[in-house]
């Protein structure tokens, strides 16, 4: 079963709009981590954000913040004043396992156009 | 600051060679992550490494294997290349914590396998 789900394939947005990247999770953990991260078309994965299971406030990053609703399980990312550098791949993460092992499970990803 | 260094950036192989990734973590990382990310695709765990040992495995053809050595590098080794083999492969580090704390993953700027 997909833990991670991510809905939207495709986003657009103008710049300088706020957008929000929908992002829900499967998890039976008390304990867990919810990432986002950015690939442009380089392809390098950049860290954006996270966001612990037991964090009571909203992760925020500069531009980015976590919009976290655990009992929803769900974990949308929104990006402020949308830049032309913005446009990417966006990829939410969860992480799996403890102590030596701690996998990222990623969504399909939502590809973020930024249009002038 | 240093950053994971993965050699080469780029390889091509034909059907049926071999292929060596390599990944330096950073320094005082002794965990390490490998991860495959085909054309399209979000990336999906390989294999981990704690301290030198094999920490977790994922959906890693037995065509690969992976070690990581004394000085915390990490090399995948692939053999019998399929043209399925195609796709990005990055490898992550991370220091070790405590089970349940947040342990960041840094990922390198991966290697980009194609296979003819």
């Known amino acids: 079963a997909q833990k991670i789900t991510q809905t939207q394939p495709g986003m657009f947005v103008q710049e300088k709009e706020a957008v929000t990247l929908d992002c829900t999770y499967d998890?039976?953990?008390?304990?867990?981590?919810l990432f986002w991260y950015k690939q442009p078309s380089s392809g390098e994965m950049i860290f954006l954000i996270y966001?612990?299971?037991?964090?009571?406030q909203n992760a925020t990053e500069g531009r980015y913040s976590l919009n976290f609703q655990k009992a929803r399980k769900s974990a949308n990312l929104v990006i402020s004043a949308s830049q032309l550098g913005d446009s990417a791949m966006y990829f939410c993460?969860?992480?799996?396992?403890?102590?030596?092992?701690?996998?990222?499970?990623f969504g399909k990803g939502t590809k973020l156009t930024v249009n002038p | 600051a240093a950053g994971v260094i993965q050699s080469p950036r780029h390889l091509i192989k034909e059907k049926r060679e071999t292929a060596t990734l390599k990944c330096y973590p950073i320094?005082?990382?002794?965990?390490v992550y490998w991860y495959q990310q085909g054309p399209g695709q979000d990336p999906q765990f390989l294999i981990s490494?704690?301290?030198?040992?094999?920490?977790d495995k994922g959906s890693i053809p037995d065509r690969f294997s992976a070690q990581q050595f004394s000085d915390y590098h990490s090399e995948l080794n692939m053999s019998s290349l399929e043209l399925g083999d195609s796709a990005l492969y990055f490898c992550?580090?991370?220091?070790?914590?405590?089970?349940?704390?947040?342990?960041?993953?840094?990922f390198g700027p991966g290697t980009r396998l194609t296979v003819l």
């Open positions: 992550a580090s991370s220091p070790h914590g405590l089970a349940g704390t947040y342990n960041e993953q840094f």
């Open positions: 998890t039976s953990d008390q304990s867990y981590g």
């Open positions: 966001q612990g299971s037991y964090d009571e």
């Open positions: 993460a969860m992480r799996e396992g403890q102590g030596g092992s701690e996998k990222l499970v």
């Open positions: 320094p005082r990382h002794d965990t």
């Open positions: 490494f704690y301290e030198k040992m094999q920490s």
